[in-house]
């Protein structure tokens, strides 16, 4: 028996200019293997753009990445193409034997075992975001990046997809890059958040609590107000303190 080593993501001074303006400035990121990472910082700092330099699709910056050769993307839109009926929208790019199958059992992961033949315009928003996901895992990734998946959808169904993304992990255990701007979703989800900022990772916060976790849980409440500092957002207890 031949046992694969399963890769992480390696990542040494990453730099990606646009214009005069360098967006990643000497970024150095690794995760390991089955670690789940969450990325934050303010509009404009450079998640995306790091996101889509792990993901192959911007080839412009200089420096070292490192990346598992099985990966997959899943945007904040969920790019399904309308006129595919939702099994095809699962597998597309796909190639060999029993891509109906495979669809069927991703979707059933999702919990849309009996929407394989729907069309995409009939679903709900947060149900295409799962076909997205579907997608995702179709691939069985050992990298999966997550581009602000949740960001359009409301705040009862973005509970759930965080759920379902929290249970999917567990199960499949890839390592995962999840690009975000809600503290909480990052605290709730991730082993570790990084803050990016002036074009590098600025902090680190290890996020060590039990899972699954309470917003309620002291410590929680904590990382969640060193974060936000950390994100110059001041918590209305910070802001009565300083009164």
């Known amino acids: ?63 070292e990445i490192d990346v598992p050769g099985k990966h997959a993307v899943v945007y904040q839109e969920h790019r399904l193409l309308p006129w595919s009926r939702v099994w095809d929208n699962v597998v597309l790019g796909l190639r060999g034997r029993d891509l109906r199958k495979r669809a069927e059992a991703a979707l059933a992961e999702v919990g849309l075992a009996t929407h394989a033949d729907a069309w995409p315009l009939t679903l709900s928003g947060g149900e295409s975001q799962r076909v997205a996901l579907a997608r995702a895992l179709v691939r069985t990734p050992d990298l999966l990046l997550l581009d602000e998946p949740f960001g359009a959808l409301d705040a009862l169904t973005r509970l759930n ?22 503290v909480e979703e ?17 902090r680190e916060y290890t996020v060590d609590l039990p899972r699954p976790r309470s917003m309620d849980d002291p410590r929680f409440i904590a990382l ?13 207890a910070t802001a009565k303190e300083a009164l």
Do not use: C, N, Y
Request: no cysteine; aromatic share 2%; glycine share 14%.
């Open 1 to 63: 028996m031949t046992i694969v080593e399963q890769r992480g993501v390696h990542v040494r001074g990453l730099r990606r200019v646009f214009g005069e303006r360098a967006v990643l400035d000497g970024v150095d990121l690794d995760i390991a293997p089955g670690e789940f990472v969450a990325l934050l910082g303010a509009s404009g700092s450079g998640k995306s753009t790091l996101l889509r330099a792990l993901a192959g699709l911007d080839g412009e910056g200089s420096g």
């Open 161 to 182: 997809a965080q759920a379902l993304v929290a249970d999917l992990w567990a199960e499949h255990r890839p390592a995962v890059l999840l690009v975000t701007h809600d």
């Open 186 to 202: 990052a605290l709730l989800l991730a082993d570790r958040a990084l803050l990016l900022a002036d074009g590098r990772i600025a």
């Open 224 to 236: 969640r107000r060193d974060l936000l500092d950390g994100l110059g957002v001041r918590t209305v």
